[in-house]
C-alpha cells in the first residue's frame, strides 16, 4: 500500500512556511559529551552557553561510572512498568536521594520531567476542583492541567506572572472549590525569574490551597547546596509538592520526579498513568542520576561557582552594552527585539565558536526576542571570556551595542 502523498505533501507545506516564518529550527550535531566545550560537526570545538548542564556533570567521570556501573549490574532496560515485573532496588536508591535532596517525605521517577507534570496533576484533581497556574508556566505544566481538565472537567484559571494580588482573586473566586491547587515554576526558564515561593505559600495557607512547584531550573542550581527554590527561600520541607528533572543540573541525562508526602507518592504509583503505562527509567539513567546526586551532596562548591560564573557573565556583558533581564540564576536572556534579530545574532554567535539560541514570537511576547544564554560550573573563566568577545563582534555588526 503506497504512503498518503496528500497528507505528506501538506506537512511539507508546513515545514515550508516555518521557514519562511523563520522559526524552523535546525539541529546541530555533536560528536563529544556535553560540556563547557563540545566538538560540532562541521565547525570544531564550540563553546556552549544554552544547555542545561548547570554543574557540569554530564561529563563528570564520576556520574559516568555510576551509570556504567547501573548499566553493567541491572542491565539496559526494565522491560515493563514497575508493578508489573519488579521495581529495581536502584529505582528505590535513587528516589530516597530524590526525597532526601529536596526535602520530601518520598518521591516517585518517572522517564522525564513531563511525564511527572502530566502523571500529577490528572491523578489530584477531580470535578469540583480548581487548578490556578502562573501564565509563563512551562509547556508541561499547561499541558497537563489541559489533560486534566479535559478528564475531570475540574476548573481552572491563570494568573499574571508572579502576580500574588492576581492569584489571590483567582482565589477568591474558587472558595467553594473541594480543593484548590497553585502551579507554578521555581525558575522560569524563558525569564531566569524565580517564583516569589513564600508568599505563594502563604496565600496557600490562607485559601487552604496546595503547592506544587516544578523545580526544574532551581534543582541542583538555587539554595546554598543546591536543593534548589525552597532552600533559596528557608521553606525546604514546606512546598506541598516539587517536580523536577534529572536531566538538567543533575547529571543531564533523562527522567524526572515528583516529590511530596508518602501517601502522595503511593496515590501516583496507584493511579498515575504515565507511571501504570510506561517502563521505569533504564537502570543505567536512574544510577548516573544518583551519581550526580551524591556528587553534589560532597562537592557543594560547585553550586557557588556556578553563582560566580553568573555573576561574571551577567557583569560583563551588561558593561559592553547589553541589556539581559534582571536576575541572579544561571538563565542570562538577553534582549535584542525582533524575531529575524535573535536568530541572526545565534548564528553568527555560532560562526564565532559560541553556541546559543535565539528566541522570538510567539514562544516570547513580541518585540522582546532573545538570545537566551545559560551558563554552567564548568565554564572556565576563559570560557567566559572569549564568549563575551565573541558577543560584543556579533553585537557591534547588529549594532545592538
Not at 291 to 303: R, S
Not at 325 to 350: H, N, R
Amino acid at each position: 500500500m503506497a504512503l498518503n502523498a496528500k497528507f505528506d505533501s501538506e506537512l511539507k507545506a508546513a515545514i515550508e512556511k516555518l521557514k519562511q516564518d523563520r522559526v524552523y529550527k535546525r539541529l546541530n550535531y555533536m560528536a563529544s559529551p556535553q560540556d563547557a566545550r563540545v566538538q560540532m560537526e562541521g565547525r570544531g570545538e564550540i563553546i556552549i552557553l544554552s544547555s542545561n548542564n548547570y554543574l557540569g556533570l554530564c561529563s563528570e567521570p564520576g556520574v559516568v561510572e555510576s551509570g556504567v556501573d547501573g548499566l553493567k549490574r541491572f542491565g539496559a532496560g526494565t522491560g515493563s512498568v514497575r508493578f508489573i515485573c519488579g521495581t529495581f532496588t536502584i529505582h528505590r536508591d535513587l528516589e530516597h536521594a530524590i526525597a532526601d535532596l529536596v526535602g520530601t517525605e518520598a518521591s516517585l521517577s518517572y522517564v522525564s520531567a513531563w511525564n511527572a507534570n502530566e502523571g500529577l496533576t490528572a491523578t489530584i484533581v477531580e470535578q469540583n476542583d480548581f487548578v490556578v497556574s502562573d501564565a509563563l508556566n512551562h509547556a508541561s505544566i499547561i499541558d497537563s492541567i489541559r489533560l486534566a481538565k479535559a478528564i475531570t472537567k475540574c476548573t481552572t484559571a491563570v494568573y499574571q506572572h508572579s502576580d500574588l494580588d492576581d492569584l489571590k482573586s483567582k482565589l477568591e473566586t474558587a472558595k467553594s472549590a473541594r480543593r484548590r491547587i497553585i502551579w507554578t515554576d521555581g525558575v522560569f526558564s524563558m525569564e531566569g525569574s524565580i517564583a516569589r515561593l513564600p508568599e505563594i505559600l502563604q496565600l496557600a495557607e490562607d485559601y487552604d490551597a496546595i503547592v506544587a512547584v516544578d523545580d526544574s531550573h532551581g534543582t541542583g542550581v538555587l539554595g546554598a547546596t543546591g536543593r534548589g527554590t525552597a532552600e533559596h527561600f528557608d521553606v525546604l520541607g514546606e512546598v506541598d509538592i516539587i517536580t523536577s528533572t534529572l536531566g538538567k543540573a543533575l547529571g543531564g541525562a533523562a527522567g524526572g520526579f515528583v516529590a511530596g508526602s508518602a501517601s502522595l507518592c503511593d496515590m501516583l504509583t496507584q493511579r498515575s498513568r504515565p507511571q501504570l503505562f510506561s517502563n521505569a527509567l533504564p537502570p543505567t539513567v536512574a544510577a548516573s542520576a544518583l551519581g550526580a546526586i551524591n556528587h553534589l551532596e560532597h562537592n557543594p562548591q560547585l553550586v557557588q561557582k556556578l553563582r560566580d560564573n553568573t555573576r561574571y557573565f551577567r557583569a560583563a556583558i551588561t558593561e559592553a552594552g547589553f541589556k539581559p533581564l534582571p536576575g541572579e540564576t544561571p538563565i542570562v536572556p538577553i534582549i535584542v527585539g525582533e524575531t529575524a534579530t535573535a536568530i541572526k545574532m545565534s548564528d553568527m554567535l555560532l560562526d564565532e565558536g559560541v553556541f546559543v539560541t535565539g528566541f522570538g514570537f510567539p514562544v516570547v511576547p513580541q518585540g522582546q526576542a532573545r538570545v537566551r544564554c545559560q551558563l554552567s560550573a564548568a565554564h572556565s573563566r576563559d570560557d567566559l571570556d572569549q564568549a563575551i568577545a565573541a558577543f560584543k563582534t556579533v553585537g557591534t555588526k547588529l549594532g545592538i551595542i
